[in-house]
């Protein structure tokens, strides 16, 4: 089991940056890959960056060179850092956990935390 607490949304000017916390109940290197996601009203949820146990990083293009996803091995923290914020970004964005376990594969959810960009 993995519980995951979101931290950092709020209300933000276009062009303006932001910072979301994820905190996880256990050592990420025992995560298989940690992710943020975003879902806008009557939009369907989608990847927003995606890190790796191994460190690799993966970002949806509409946030490539603006976003940046990082993590903190000692507090169990995966950071999204949101730079020239635009209104479309506006979302509940979602922290993800993936473990590949030895008989299935286990998806982990945070409770989400609203971002609004104003115009």
């Known amino acids: 089991q993995v519980q995951l607490v979101e931290s950092g949304g709020g209300l933000v000017q276009a062009g303006g940056s932001l910072r979301l916390s994820c905190r996880t109940s256990?050592?990420?290197?025992?995560?298989?890959?940690m992710g943020w996601y975003r879902q806008a009203p009557g939009k369907q949820r989608e990847l927003v960056a995606r890190i790796t146990s191994g460190g690799k990083m993966d970002y949806a293009d509409s946030v490539k060179g603006r976003f940046t996803i990082s993590r903190d091995n000692a507090k169990n923290t995966v950071y999204l850092q949101m730079n020239s914020l635009k209104p479309e970004d506006t979302a509940v964005y979602y922290c993800n956990a993936f473990l590949e376990l030895p008989t299935r594969n286990v998806l982990y959810w945070g409770q989400g935390t609203q971002v609004t960009v104003s115009s």
């Open positions: 256990r050592s990420i290197f025992s995560i298989n890959a």
